[in-house]
T-cell receptor, first 115, second 114 residues
Framework: AQSVTQLDSQVPVFEEAPVELRCNYS??????LFWYVQYPNQGLQLLLK??????LVESINGFEAEFNKSQTSFHLRKPSVHISDTAEYFC?????????????FGKGTKLSVKP | DVKVTQSSRYLVKRTGEKVFLECVQD?????MFWYRQDPGLGLRLIYF???????EKGDIPEGYSVSREKKERFSLILESASTNQTSMYLC?????????????FGDGTRLSIL
C-alpha cells in the first residue's frame, strides 16, 4: 500500500532562517508528488507539484522541492522564511494510472516562523 | 479562478441528528472529494465522485453517505451524527485528468457534534 510520511509534525524557525520540511513516500508504482499549504482557517492550496522532467520544482513564493527517486523523498525547502509562511504544509502523492487522481496525504507539518 | 464553496464555515449539531454538508464548485469539474481533517492525522478521504450520480468509498466511509445529483454540487450526509464525527470537513474538486491537475479545496466546515 502507498503511504506518505512527513517526519516532523512541527517545525519552529526564526524569520529569515532556512527551512526544510521532509517528506518520504512508499509506493510500488510511479507517483506524482504535490505540496499543499494550509493557512489558518483556510482550505488547502497547491504550492508546487512534480509530474515529470526536472526533479527540482519551484513555487512562486520562493519554496522549492526536489524529487529524489532513489530515496523516495520530496523535501520542501526555502532559503529564507517570512512570518507569512506560518502555515501547515501537506505532502501528497497521486499514483500513475490511479483512479481520478486520488491523493494520499501525509499528516502535515506545522511551520511556525518567529520574529 | 476555481471556486469551491462550502455552505457553512462552522456548524453545531446534536448527537443523532441528520447533518448535511454542502459543496459547490464553479469550474465544471468531474471529480469531487470529501475529506475530514483531524489534528495529527492529516486528511482522510471519506468519499469521492467522478461523475453525476457516481460515488466511490474512500478510506473512512463509515457513518457517512454522499449525494451528487448535479455536476457542480456534492453533498456529505451524516446519517446519525455522533461525537466522534466532530472534525473539520474539506471538499475538493478536480478535472478528469486528476493525476495531472491539482485538487482545488474549499475553506472547510468545522463541525461540532454535541
Amino acid at each position: 500500500a502507498q503511504s506518505v510520511t512527513q517526519l516532523d509534525s512541527q517545525v519552529p524557525v526564526f524569520e529569515e532562517a532556512p527551512v526544510e520540511l521532509r517528506c518520504n513516500y512508499s509506493s510500488s508504482v510511479s507517483v506524482y508528488l504535490f505540496w499543499y499549504v494550509q493557512y489558518p482557517n483556510q482550505g488547502l492550496q497547491l504550492l508546487l507539484k512534480y509530474l515529470s522532467g526536472s526533479t527540482l520544482v519551484e513555487s512562486i513564493n520562493g519554496f522549492e522541492a526536489e524529487f529524489n527517486k532513489s530515496q523516495t523523498s520530496f523535501h520542501l525547502r526555502k532559503p529564507s522564511v517570512h512570518i507569512s509562511d506560518t502555515a501547515e504544509y501537506f505532502c501528497a502523492v497521486s499514483l500513475y494510472g490511479g483512479s481520478q487522481g486520488n491523493l494520499i496525504f501525509g499528516k502535515g507539518t506545522k511551520l511556525s516562523v518567529k520574529p | 479562478d476555481v471556486k469551491v464553496t462550502q455552505s457553512s464555515r462552522y456548524l453545531v449539531k446534536r448527537t443523532g441528528e441528520k447533518v448535511f454538508l454542502e459543496c459547490v464548485q464553479d469550474m465544471d469539474h468531474e471529480n469531487m472529494f470529501w475529506y475530514r481533517q483531524d489534528p495529527g492525522l492529516g486528511l482522510r478521504l471519506i468519499y469521492f465522485s467522478y461523475d453525476v450520480k457516481m460515488k466511490e468509498k474512500g478510506d473512512i466511509p463509515e457513518g457517512y453517505s454522499v449525494s451528487r445529483e448535479k455536476k457542480e454540487r456534492f453533498s456529505l450526509i451524516l446519517e446519525s451524527a455522533s461525537t466522534n464525527q466532530t472534525s473539520m470537513y474539506l471538499c475538493a474538486s478536480s478535472p478528469p485528468e486528476g493525476q495531472l491537475q491539482p485538487q482545488h479545496f474549499g475553506d472547510g466546515t468545522r463541525l461540532s457534534i454535541l
